[in-house]
């Protein structure tokens, strides 16, 4: 078995739920945020000026009393009402999407982890030396734009060479910046490493030079 790194996807369903909450949330602080910056043009003024000349016309009033400051508030009224009705509208959706959602998420992640499992390495030769390579352990490679795909890392047995592959075989275009674990001290590619989680999670290789002895711990 391979090690995998990362994972598992699948969390439980409360994840999803704060995950939306979340994403709820910041939709509806946007909506606030663009409702209490709406600026009032002259049009809309003129509209608001109309309204009212016909209600003071109604009440028998003079249509010369209304105050700018009357014509001001009714369209920052109309605002707060466009903000409100956009932001009823905002929650009902949030509430009927919920579910969809989060069964969509769920199901993404388990496939997720049935894609990582079920990944077998390709053969890889070294470029180097041309001996074989160790696939040593194995990612998620997530990418918006393209299926999911699973990645693997591999180290050449003579430990002259470290890259990453696709399960597919195909050489991953990072793969050359990957630089073998070398002793810091006596420059040796020998170096043998343990892989280790700290208690934030950070993942840390121990490195341990065959050749020397020297030990060094490298965070990736
Ligand atoms: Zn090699
Ligand atoms: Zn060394």
Redesign the pocket.
Known sequence: MIEIIGGPELRNRSYYENLYNDICQKELERIKQVTDQLSISDEELKVARKSLSKIYTEQGKKDTDITYSEVLNLCQFTNFLTGLVWKQCTQKEQKENKEIRIKEWMERDKKRDMLIQKARPPKVNCSTCGERSIPKFKHLHLDLKKPDRVIFFYECINKCYRAFYFDNGEFYKDSKSVKPFK?S????FK?DEKKTKAHDGTIYFIKE?L????IETVKI
């Open positions: 002793c001290k006596c420059n040796s170096v030079c050749e020397c002895g020297e």
